[in-house]
């Protein structure tokens, strides 16, 4: 009788921490996946474009000449240009290419794309001296335009408008880290754990 008894409350806490087994696997499971979609929802939310802007001006002059008989019979004309561009540099996350090890809880930062620049030139032309034999076309406007676009580039380039773009896109960066640090994973770029976000060198 006494065996039947210790058979049937041996077989009762069996079916017990069975159940309980299964509910814990259960729920580590579900934390798991929980944290996955939460990481990958803030990677979602920093995608969206990270944008620096600024504005250039600059004054230009524009010549061409029309020459006939040799140069003996000339045809000129000249406009002064003024170019008012509004600049923007962005980051387009959305490609960010990235690959979650859930096993191993880390987040793995494959490639980060390259910044975007647009030029959005305002040209207004003054004292234009042109002739009939010789007008402005929509190539001079075309000349114009693209001469304008490269002369904005190196300024550009010379200014702190890319730079700080740059630093708006490890600010945004920097937010994956905090979410990822505080559910006990973490992440790495070019080989490297990244503990702050100096380390993502762009």
């Not at 990481?39 to 474009?49: A, M, R, S, T």
Request: proline share 1%; charged share 25%.
């Amino acid at each position: 009788m006494r065996n039947k008894i210790s058979i049937i409350i041996t077989t009762i806490v069996a079916i017990a921490l069975l159940f309980k087994f299964c509910e814990f696997k259960k729920n580590d499971t579900f934390s798991l996946e929980n944290n996955t979609n939460l990481i990958q929802q803030q990677i979602v939310n920093v995608g969206k474009l990270v944008v620096t802007e600024g504005h250039f001006a600059e004054v230009l002059t524009y010549k061409d000449q029309d020459t006939y008989f040799g140069g003996l019979v000339a045809f000129d004309k000249k406009a002064l240009i003024v170019v008012n561009a509004d600049v923007s540099v962005a980051y387009d996350l959305r490609q960010m290419k990235y690959n979650v090890d859930e096993k191993n809880k880390t987040i793995t930062i494959l490639n980060i794309p390259k910044e975007e620049i647009k030029i959005s030139p305002d040209i207004q032309f003054y004292d234009v001296d042109q002739s009939k034999l010789n007008p402005f076309t929509g190539d001079d406007y075309n000349r114009i335009n693209k001469s304008a676009k490269a002369s904005l580039s190196k300024k550009i380039e010379k200014s702190s408008l890319k730079s700080n773009a740059k630093n708006r896109l490890i600010s945004e960066l920097s937010k994956i880290l905090l979410v990822t640090h505080s559910i006990g994973w973490k992440v790495t770029y070019k080989g490297q754990e990244v503990t702050s976000e100096n380390q993502f060198k762009l």
